[in-house]
């Protein structure tokens, strides 16, 4: 839990065709010229204060309460400044982004609300006094409770059979779910995956979110706000890479978790059963796409959390949703979240945007989307110039395909320690991508 989530779905899709296969120019701030909106298109190109923010996420040390956390995160984050030698202008800032456990901020559940408030009010605080923004990414689907998810061990903590309301079926009847078999976060078992549409689900979302983290989040704001640097907060991702699991297909998209369900007895079916049944659906009154009411249930949990926090007095501008930006019919079988997912009344739309998929060969996929819904402004929540397969684009190209086209926002998977995650930021601090982005902190036009 100390580095950025996993590499996103993208960068699982590329390794699991790595696998199937097998067995899946310096850059000089000197030579480029002042920015230059002009064109033929308009695209928005700025948060609502006209910042836009070059975000990387930090293995700062914080989540243990015996930790020294405002003296972890300066540390990282000193060196991230120094790796650039500027933290940008009034306009364009370097961040640093930490991964926030919310689900662990209400005590009633066992969680440490103190903690969390800590880790909030620490990271601004570093924020503040180095002059960089601060970015949050809400685990807010994975990593709950026990006492919210635990239906079917009495011997282990938070157990409740009532819980069954609160994970997903794989069945009408409401079969639930032991645990969740993740491409998102490395092929791995996880809890089980979360009925997201649940009464329980959604009281603690809003609990969470309305009494201890908005609150905290809103108070470090206002310590901003009074020493005039309120742009300093760079926002919040408030949505993992969306995904309502379907297994039915499992065993050809990802060998190695079929053979883990198949070892777990787990059922390799569809899930969302629950939140279908929550919605009015049954097995005599089913909808008339399966993968478009997932789809809805998935973009809805999104809007929720958003909406959550608005209510609690935080701007639309500064909060983004994750959808992992896939086409491929089995990947979209499995997450049941396509590109229009992102989209919702109470954020702005936010992929993950490794060049890899349906962007190997640009962003263009993702401009017709924004352009469909008015070209709002948008970020790019999980990155990197380079993917799992080693494929990469010129660091000036990357950046100038989401700031040029209305980004406001790309948060760079800098964090991540595993085999993908190196492999993600083989080129992240090469000569050429650190002379990008300093050429984008200055504030000079990048070319595409």
């Given at each position: 839990?100390t ?5 996103g ?15 899946f120019?310096?850059?000089?701030i ?15 190109t700025?948060?609502q ?43 364009h ?9 919310v689900?662990?901020a209400d ?8 903690h969390?408030?800590?880790i909030?009010?620490?990271?601004f ?17 994975t ?7 635990n ?10 059979s ?18 969740r ?18 009464p329980?689900?959604l009281?603690?979302?809003?609990y969470i ?15 901003l ?32 978790l ?24 049954s097995?005599?009154?089913?909808p008339?796409s ?16 958003g909406?959550?926090?608005i209510?609690a ?12 930006p ?5 990947y979209?079988?499995?997450t ?11 954020s ?10 349906p ?8 401009y017709?989307a ?15 110039p380079?993917n799992?397969?080693g ?13 040029n086209h ?21 080129d ?21």
């Amino acid at each position: 839990m100390t580095h950025f989530r996993g590499f996103g779905i993208l960068a699982s899709i590329l390794l699991v065709a790595t696998v199937l296969i097998v067995a899946f120019l310096g850059i000089s701030i000197f030579s480029s010229h002042p920015q230059d909106t002009s064109g033929p298109e308009t695209f928005a190109t700025s948060t609502q204060d006209g910042t836009q923010y070059l975000v990387f996420g930090i293995a700062a040390d914080v989540y243990d309460p015996g930790k020294d956390v405002h003296g972890n995160l300066d540390k990282q984050v000193t060196s991230l400044i120094n790796r650039l030698d500027t933290t940008g202008d009034s306009k364009h800032r370097l961040g640093f982004m930490i991964v926030l456990p919310v689900w662990f901020a209400d005590s009633r559940m066992g969680g440490d609300q103190a903690h969390i408030e800590k880790i909030i009010k620490e990271a601004f605080a570093v924020a503040k006094e180095r002059n960089v923004a601060v970015y949050f990414t809400f685990y807010s689907f994975t990593r709950w409770p026990a006492q919210m998810w635990n239906w079917y061990d009495p011997a282990q903590p938070g157990y409740n059979s009532d819980n069954k309301k609160n994970v997903e079926w794989t069945d009408w009847s409401g079969t639930p779910t032991k645990n969740r078999y993740s491409l998102q976060e490395g092929e791995t078992r996880m809890a089980p995956v979360m009925c997201y549409n649940s009464p329980t689900v959604l009281s603690e979302v809003s609990y969470i979110l309305s009494k201890v983290v908005g609150p905290a989040i809103l108070r470090s704001i206002a310590d901003l706000k009074s020493a005039g640097k309120e742009d300093l907060f760079g926002g919040i991702t408030l949505s993992e890479e969306l995904s309502l699991d379907d297994y039915s297909g499992i065993d050809k998209l990802n060998p190695t978790l079929g053979a883990m369900m198949t070892k777990d007895g787990a059922l390799k079916a569809r899930l969302g059963y629950c939140a279908l049944t929550n919605l009015g659906y049954s097995q005599t009154n089913p909808p008339a796409s399966y993968s478009d009411a997932l789809a809805k249930v998935n973009q809805d949990y999104a809007a929720y959390w958003g909406k959550q926090l608005i209510e609690a007095g935080i701007s639309k501008s500064k909060l983004y949703t994750h959808v992992a930006p896939a086409t491929e019919a089995a990947y979209l079988q499995y997450t049941n979240a396509p590109i229009d997912t992102a989209f919702n009344e109470y954020s702005n739309p936010g992929w993950t945007t490794y060049i890899a998929g349906p962007l190997t060969k640009g962003l263009d996929v993702l401009y017709k989307a924004l352009a469909e819904h008015g070209n709002p402004t948008w970020g790019s929540t999980e990155s990197s110039p380079t993917n799992i397969m080693g494929t990469r684009v010129m660091p000036e190209t990357f950046l100038a395909w989401h700031y040029n086209h209305g980004a406001t926002l790309i948060v760079m998977n800098a964090a991540d320690s595993s085999g993908g995650g190196q492999l993600l930021g083989k080129d992240m601090w090469s000569s050429q991508s650190v002379a990008a982005y300093k050429k984008f902190l200055a504030g000079w036009q990048l070319e595409e």
